[in-house]
Structure formats: C-alpha cells, structure tokens
C-alpha cells in the first residue's frame, strides 16, 4: 500500500472515531456544567498494529462524558471484554477523552471478522467497542502521534519506563512511588503559550501518576517536577487510600508525541 493511500486511510479512521463519539453526544448540548455528572462512559477501538511475530495487537481507550466526575467500574458483567473478561482495561475513569491506555494481543489465526468487544454498563445503558482486523482500523505510530494533537515526527520512539514494584501496606499508611523514563530527544521541545502566560512552559519528557484500577479513591501527594529533555527524568510521589482492596497505580511517560506506562500494584490491607 502506498504511502499517499495509507495517509488517506488513517483520516479516514480519525473520521470515523470521531463521528463515532459526536453520535454518542446529544446535538443539542447546553452549557458544560449540564454535563459535569451524571453521565456515562463510552469504550473505544483506537485501531491495530501487527507485530513482528505475526500476532496483532489491537487497541482501546474511552470517553467519559462526564466534565468534572470520574467513575468506578469493578471488572465483571459491567466491565468485561470477550474474550477473557479482564484483559487489562481501567476501572477508573478519569473525566474526558483517553487515548490507546491498553492492548489486547490476538493470534495470527485469529481472521478479519472475529471480533475483541469491551462493554461497560453504567447507569442503565451498555456501551461497547468492538475491535477487529478490518485494513482500515490499521495504525501506526505516525496515526498515534497524530491523535495526540500536537503533529507527528516519523523519526520519534516511545518513552521507556520503569518504576517501584508491588507493594503491601496497610490502609493507615502511604506508598512512596517513584518512576524513571528515558528518550530519544525526540521532538526538539517547543515553547508552549497559553492566553494568561506572558512566556512559554518549555515541554519535553514528563511523567504524570494516575489511577488506573482500585476500589476506591486514591489521594497523590504533589509528585517532585519530572520534566526534562534530552536525559533521564524521574518522578516521585505518595499515595493514600481510603478503602482497602488492590490498586493498580499508573506511570505515564510522555515526549509530548507518544507515552508508555509503568503499573503498580499496591495491596492496601485493613
């Protein structure tokens, strides 16, 4: 396939995902606040890459429609994926729009009509994302890259993060987390503007903490400044919790064009 035909493909995609979520979303929208709460959360197949070993590797995000709330969805028959039922998707869902968070690996044989399908049930309504080998759901990192907003850079490679490993602690204490992510310098950091600022906020390789999985609320204390370009940087940051259960902590790496995660897992005892 040539390179002017895949360019054409993967706008095509772009278009579709979007029109996708505009169909989820009243067209008559009032102001923001209506939408702070009270709405659901809409799965979504971002696309597939094949991989080296003939395997393919599909993946998905979300949108929460909600402004303000995030949203806990335990893994079972509202938060489940056929086949496997947990195949690494979140169960915490931050307000908005999410790219690419988790992959789902198929086999070689697996066909072009066979289908990966994540459902959610929230609020009396099931929304769910289907994935499949269909050619133009193909992506590659430039359509990654591209989603992101903020231009592309072919010669660019993912961040490479590591961090703490799993911890148990008991509900009255906190866990110290601490992540390190290098890059390839890639793309030179810009200057970036913002209608209050009078200068620039240089951007480069940064690290940010989420929650990924948990049965309840997680509090991150302020985490050290992790931003830098053209070294190392790390980021370490305390949480508390208010409920016990496991938690799956997530460090995410970005250069500003493409991310990579680092999860931990905290068992957090009575």
Request: charged share 20%; glycine share 10%.
């Amino acid at each position: 396939m040539n390179r002017l035909l895949r360019q054409s493909l993967h706008a095509c995609l772009f278009l579709l995902v979007a029109s996708y979520l505009s169909a989820q979303i009243p067209s008559s929208i009032p102001y923001t606040g209506q939408y702070n709460r009270g709405q659901d959360v809409v799965p979504v197949f971002e696309g597939w890459k094949p991989n080296p070993d003939g395997t393919f590797t599909m993946y998905f995000g979300y949108f929460n429609r909600n402004y303000q709330e995030e949203l806990d969805i335990p893994l079972g028959p509202n938060n489940s994926i056929d086949p496997g039922g947990d195949r690494g998707q979140p169960t915490h869902f931050y307000p908005r729009r999410h790219l690419f968070l988790f992959k789902v690996v198929v086999p070689k044989d697996w066909g072009f009509e066979r289908r990966v399908i994540w459902t959610l049930n929230l609020r009396g309504k099931a929304n769910t994302a289907k994935g499949w080998l269909k050619a133009e759901w193909e992506i590659n990192d430039e359509v990654m890259m591209e989603n992101a907003g903020a231009g592309s850079d072919p010669e660019n490679e993912p961040p490479v993060i590591t961090g703490s490993g799993s911890q148990t602690i008991s509900l009255a204490g906190n866990v110290t987390l601490t992540a390190t992510a290098q890059d390839d310098g890639r793309p030179k950091p810009r200057a970036e503007r913002t209608p209050d600022e009078g200068e620039g906020r240089p951007q480069g390789l940064s690290i940010r903490w989420i929650q990924y999985r948990g049965p309840g609320p997680v509090i991150f204390t302020s985490p050290t400044p992790a931003t830098g370009y053209g070294k190392p940087v790390t980021s370490t940051t305390e949480a508390s919790f208010k409920l016990p259960g496991v938690y799956v902590l997530r460090a995410i790496a970005s250069d500003g064009l493409l991310e990579a995660f680092h999860d931990v897992t905290v068992t957090v005892n009575k």
